[in-house]
């Protein structure tokens, strides 16, 4: 069995260990990601990743298994072109006082 071989069997082993070991946080995250999705009305993505990683120095190997709930925001804005002079329209105005005489 080559070097690579080996490391693979030792991941899918390390992975069915860890997985069962945080069977519990992973369900309340699966759980806690389709509640919120619903809340949020958005299609539910878990994130459960598994990593390995080699200290060749070493000759070790680290096997990660992450998991949890992604979220991510955004906006989508124009981008200005500054080449164009900015028109008074363009510039939001300053907010009004209004005073009430007593």
């Not at 860890?18 to 946080?25: K, M, P, W, Y």
């Not at 919120?36 to 990683?53: G, M, R, V």
């Not at 060749?56 to 002079?85: C, E, M």
Request: proline share 8%; aromatic share 4%; with cysteine.
């Amino acid at each position: 069995m080559s070097k690579l071989e080996a490391i693979g069997h030792q991941a899918a082993t390390n992975l069915v260990n860890l997985i069962a070991e945080a069977r519990a946080d992973i369900q309340a995250a699966w759980d806690g990601c389709i509640a919120e999705s619903q809340h949020q009305e958005t299609k539910p993505k878990l994130d459960l990743s598994f990593a390995i990683t080699l200290d060749l120095d070493k000759s070790s190997a680290d096997y990660t298994l992450t998991f949890g709930v992604r979220h991510k925001l955004s906006v989508t804005a124009p981008i200005p072109d500054w080449t164009q002079a900015t028109l008074p329209l363009d510039t939001p105005a300053p907010p009004a006082t209004v005073t009430l005489p007593t």
